[in-house]
């Protein structure tokens, strides 16, 4: 492990033990005594799958939560220390790794990669710096805003300066409609359905299959669970993913994709 990245790796690796924490803790918790009960609503003449004994959110999911970007942040801007004091350049206060989504001004004119500060003149450090960008998705990758959205530096970027200021609002929990399946006996017709995808609580109903007015046969089983997401109003492109994917996905990034691509200039 080069010496000039040990603060940066033992960032990371901090990040990584609070990742499994946090995944501990969920899995206790949706391992717990949630039921989903199934009936037929004769009124509406379909199958209604409702919950309970939904999981109590424990404000220490937030907590640790925002540990994980914060650590991942930090561990940036270590990186961005090193890469200055690499290019013989002094770091001050500063110095940060930048995070940006668009090289355009609000005129829409393009600018200039905003780099390092004090600048820093290794092409190598600066081809890197500009393809793990959000900006650099959309230019060469055809992502466009979905992809640019979901860029883990912008994820990264915007929920550790919402934990800055206030814990980042976890709502448990939703349906991981991903995970759901059901099989059918031959000759009977997969019905329409309709699931939930807003935060639940208890008695909620969660899906609505139709059969074409008729009762699901009796082995009729969607396999539904639980799981928990982040509910941010500025972040809305990660409410259906599951927290511990969401933190793992940045992580991820940031390890392989940028750290990883910076540790050969420290020999």
Sequence with gaps: MPDALAGVELKLSRAKAHLVELQNALAEALDGDCKFVGEFDRQRKCYVLKVSHV???DPEWSILLGE?????????DHLAWQLVEHDGGTPNKQTKFPILESLRDKNGKRMRLR????QVTDS???TILNECQPYYWSDTEGHGI?????HPLRLLKLLSNIDKHRLLLVVV????????YWGLPQGVAPPSC???PQPLKDGDEVARFDFGGQNAPN???????????????EVPCIRQMDVTRCARYVSDFVEGRVLRRFQPLFP
């Design 55 to 57: 999981p109590t959110v």
């Design 68 to 76: 994980i970007f914060y650590q991942l942040r930090s561990a940036l």
């Design 115 to 118: 780099q390092l500060m004090p």
């Design 124 to 126: 190598t450090i600066l």
């Design 146 to 150: 979905t992809g640019i959205e979901r």
């Design 173 to 180: 929990c939703v349906l991981d409609i991903g995970r759901m």
């Design 194 to 196: 309709e699931l939930n």
């Design 219 to 233: 082995e009729f089983d969607p396999h539904p669970s639980l799981k928990v997401v982040i509910d941010e109003a």
